[in-house]
């Protein structure tokens, strides 16, 4: 069965940092540009950043860009999320997405995580 | 950047009636090397991930009831359910992947 499952999540202070991970089965991971995408509580989808197959091609959005880092191991099928410099604004489920192959329409997606940043 | 505006934010449409939920996008993500429209329509449930419907402005997915269509081009976007079932009662977005920052509209819930 082709599935992403996120993990990582959690509750943290304003300034901390967290690391996503989201790993990859039932297909070829190292074919697929990956996404994460996320979604404050009550609130709408936001895409949040994108890698190519290689790891070697990485795009944010302008509200994470310089704080957040996507990477991708592809021998070990998991994409991944470095989160540093958390603010409250940052509070959302995040979810890791499969596109379908060469489009960026999303097929595939995770549960999501929760990321929590609090005082 | 491309910004997605739908409207209505929501609505409320009777068992086996139509429900018209409607997109627009800030410019063009019409494709002209391709003809392609590079817009896709989600459906998310609630506690729920979304879940694609339909891509390419009218394409359905895999196993999305016919009931379903899309339809639209350049920046104004329609996405139709016909027939409506209780099972449909969900928030619905658009978003384009023409170019990044990739951009979801605020969603339509709609309700039986």
């Known amino acids: 069965e082709v599935q992403v499952a996120e993990s990582g999540g959690g509750l943290v202070q304003p300034g901390w940092s967290l690391r996503l991970s989201c790993a990859a089965s039932?297909?070829?991971?190292?074919?697929?540009?990956m996404h994460w995408v996320r979604q404050a509580p009550g609130k709408g989808l936001v895409w949040v950043s994108r890698?190519?197959?290689?790891?070697?091609?990485?795009d944010y959005a302008d509200s994470v860009k310089g704080r957040f880092t996507i990477s991708r191991d592809n021998a070990k099928n998991t994409l991944y999320l470095q989160m540093n410099s958390l603010r409250a604004e940052d509070t959302a489920v995040y979810y890791c997405?499969?596109?379908?192959?060469?489009?960026?329409?999303?097929?595939?997606w995770g549960q999501g995580t929760m990321v929590t940043v609090s005082s | 950047d491309i910004v997605m505006t739908q409207s209505p934010d929501s609505l409320a449409v009777s068992l086996g009636e139509r429900a018209t939920i409607n997109c627009k996008s800030s410019?063009?993500?019409?494709?002209?090397?391709?003809?392609?429209?590079?817009l896709a329509w989600y459906q998310q449930k609630p506690g729920q991930f979304p879940k694609l419907l339909i891509y390419?402005?009218?394409t359905r997915e895999s196993g999305v009831p016919d009931r379903f269509s899309g339809s639209g081009s350049g920046t104004d976007f329609t996405l139709t359910i016909s027939g409506l079932q209780a099972e449909d009662v969900a928030v619905y977005y658009c978003?384009?992947?023409?170019?990044?920052?990739?951009?979801f509209g605020q969603g339509t819930k709609l309700e039986i």
């Open positions: 997405a499969r596109p379908i192959l060469g489009l960026s329409a999303f097929d595939i």
């Open positions: 039932g297909f070829t991971f190292s074919n697929y540009w």
């Open positions: 890698i190519n197959s290689d790891g070697s091609s990485t």
């Open positions: 410019q063009s993500v019409l494709y002209s090397s391709n003809n392609k429209n590079y």
């Open positions: 390419w402005a009218s």
């Open positions: 978003q384009q992947y023409y170019s990044t920052p990739y951009s």
